[in-house]
């Protein structure tokens, strides 16, 4: 008579950076879980897609997963600019559940080294970029529902993608 739903917004992309310095990972995508009794009509499930990640632009925010108005979670925030180097995205917020989870914030790390994507409820932030001559290992996109990308460096090695988000329905 039961089912529990969670949900996970989609992850932020990384950026690059337009001169020297590094780019901050994007944040994981919030999460909610309800469990709720079985709805007698059909229900609206959407699913967040993950932000893209950018060279010399700040990545895209993520977007939002709902199980119709009983439950939702907002995707992790593109990271925003600050000087030459760029900070981390925030982590998407979940809401309506009987419990709600920020997603991880995107890293801003050093010079020469991009930060990792947040984590989301479900793990994996993407992995950070590295710069050597000539650029060196890519950003890697958010690895599981709603990870974060990596953030890239100088504006040579972009930042990963955000993963999508999932809305997970179990009775």
């Known amino acids: ?4 739903v969670t949900v996970v917004g989609g992850g932020g992309g990384g950026t690059g950076t337009a001169v020297y310095g590094n780019g901050g990972g994007g944040g994981g995508g919030g999460a909610a879980i309800e469990v709720i009794t079985i709805p007698t009509s059909p229900v609206a499930v959407t699913v967040g897609a993950g932000g893209g990640g950018q060279s010399s632009a700040t990545g895209l925010s993520g977007g939002t997963s709902s199980f119709s108005t009983y439950c939702s979670a907002t995707g992790g925030v593109r990271n925003t600019p600050t000087a030459s180097y760029w900070g981390g995205g925030f982590g998407g917020i979940g809401s309506g559940g009987q419990l709600n989870i920020q997603g991880g914030d995107g890293m801003s790390i050093a010079p020469g080294i991009g930060g990792g994507g947040g984590n989301s409820y479900l793990g994996g932030g993407g992995r950070a970029a590295t710069y050597s ?21 100088y504006n040579a090695v972009p930042g990963g993608n955000g993963a999508a988000g999932v809305v997970i329905v179990e009775y």
């Open 1 to 4: 008579t039961k089912v529990k």
């Open 133 to 153: 001559k000539p650029p060196g290992g890519a950003a890697s996109p958010g690895h599981a529902y709603g990870g974060g990308g990596g953030g890239g460096v």
